[in-house]
């Protein structure tokens, strides 16, 4: 992967303007949050971000209140 702060976008066009590394700027499975950890507590009043937390760990459906 590389950040878009090393590209550049002509037309239809993006270059890369630095190596891409295999495995460079890419999380491992597992590596933040562990099977069986608590992501977000009961009661919780979601927030934008936590809508991001769950759809990174593969949650597309909740039971809310």
Not at 12 to 37: M, Y
Not at 48 to 65: C, M, N, T
């Amino acid at each position: 992967m590389l950040p878009v702060e090393k590209t550049q976008v002509e037309g239809e066009r993006v270059f890369a303007l630095d190596e891409v590394t295999p495995g460079k700027h890419v999380g491992a499975i597992g590596e933040d949050i562990t099977r069986g950890t608590t992501v977000l507590p009961p009661g919780r009043l979601l927030r934008p971000q936590d809508l991001g937390v769950l759809s990174s760990i593969g949650v597309s459906e909740l039971a809310v209140v």
